[in-house]
């Protein structure tokens, strides 16, 4: 058998080439290799890290988790019905007499001749008035301290020390709804967070020697709990938090 002459190689080599030209889009059967651009693949991972996040804050929580109105609830029974009431008379009865006179006082010397007694009980009655619906509105951070001071008020010694100016301020954030708090230690911060776990609020430690100092009660609550545990504020002001383990 003689070999193929050039020209018949050349001709060989172009009708296999061209035959697989034409049936190459027969074989791909209208496949088309999408692939998902950038943007789309940032949003799925920040979804994804989100879900995740939110998992990992549930199942820390576990049976924990809480709504305002239990948290203030709770803070309520732990307070007790004596409590508030003594926080009410206290915070606001002699300063309501004081400012009484004083109203009444300033009515009269305003232009005596023309004030008689009802009108100058009308006036000082209305201030009073307005004067007991902002006190009673301020009542609620004196509540913490009256029962804190109080000669009978003890806690046990594995239960976490937390001073009253730091249950004060977990008050305030129970009742702008951010429920929990944790130690951040890779960020040397308390962190407040809310029922989807974000940190809304923080206070980064800075050290302090003055224990009148709210950085330093701040930082020796801090001390009790374990780093990276999520706490109720609740649990905490009522004294339910047990200290970590010692190492």
């Not at 301020?138 to 046990?156: A, L």
């Not at 330093?216 to 970590?244: C, F, M, N, P, S």
Request: charge should be negative; include cysteine.
């Amino acid at each position: 058998m003689t070999g193929l002459t050039q020209e018949e190689q050349k001709r060989n080599s172009s009708f296999t080439l061209e035959s697989v030209l034409e049936e190459e889009p027969e074989a791909n059967n209208g496949y088309v290799n999408d692939a998902l651009p950038f943007d789309k693949c940032l949003k799925a991972d920040t979804q994804a890290d989100e879900e995740e996040k939110k998992r990992r804050l549930y199942n820390q929580l576990g049976t924990i988790k809480a709504t305002r109105e239990q948290s203030e609830k709770e803070i309520k029974e732990w307070l007790g019905t004596g409590t508030i009431i003594k926080t009410i008379f206290k915070t606001i009865y002699s300063p309501v007499i004081a400012f009484a006179i004083s109203v009444g006082t300033t009515i009269w010397l305003w232009n005596p001749l023309q004030n008689d007694l009802n009108n100058i009980l009308s006036g000082t009655s209305l201030a009073i008035g307005i004067f007991v619906v902002v006190a009673i509105a301020n009542t609620r951070y004196n509540f913490i301290p009256t029962k804190m001071n109080e000669t009978d008020y003890m806690i046990k010694e594995d239960v976490v020390d937390c001073p009253i100016a730091v249950k004060n301020k977990f008050l305030y954030y129970v009742n702008i709804n951010e429920l929990y708090g944790k130690v951040n230690a890779e960020k040397n911060r308390f962190e407040w967070l809310n029922n989807d776990g974000e940190c809304c609020h923080y206070w980064t430690f800075e050290k302090s020697k003055d224990k009148n100092d709210f950085e330093y009660q701040i930082k020796y609550l801090a001390d009790q709990l374990e780093a990276g545990k999520v706490y109720r504020l609740a649990d905490i002001i009522t004294d339910k938090v047990k200290k970590k383990e010692r190492k």
